[in-house]
């Protein structure tokens, strides 16, 4: 019996994090419907020289394509800024 709980406890974590994992996909998502290819947010991010989270928001909210990213959320640019590993 023991080791059923066990197994099923296991396989929660497993589907749990799998989960987790699904979400933070789905979030990086929303740039990535538009950046894609060439576009991709990691070259657009090298070519534009941000390092930073702060230069990735001012660069969407206030940048020459801010108006093509009115529908960008702060938690898309936030989610944007962990994928691409920038503080
Ligand atoms: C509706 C489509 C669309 C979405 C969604 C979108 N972008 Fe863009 N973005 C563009 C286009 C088009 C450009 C211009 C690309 C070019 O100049 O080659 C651009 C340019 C940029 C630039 C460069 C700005 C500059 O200074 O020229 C950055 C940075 C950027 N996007 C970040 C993001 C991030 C981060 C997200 C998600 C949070 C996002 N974008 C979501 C379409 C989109």
């Known amino acids: 019996m023991k080791k059923i709980i066990a197994l099923v406890v296991a396989l929660a974590f497993v589907l749990g994090l799998g989960a987790?994992?699904?979400?933070?996909?789905?979030?990086a998502l929303a740039c990535d419907k538009c950046h894609k290819g060439d576009k991709a947010l990691d070259k657009v991010v090298a070519a534009k020289k941000i390092d930073s989270a702060a230069g990735l928001k001012k660069a969407v909210k206030e940048g020459p394509k801010a108006k093509l990213h009115e529908k960008v959320t702060d938690d898309d640019i936030a989610a944007a800024a962990k994928t691409l590993k920038l503080k």
Do not use: N, Y
């Open 20 to 27: 987790l994992g699904f979400a933070e996909e789905a979030k």
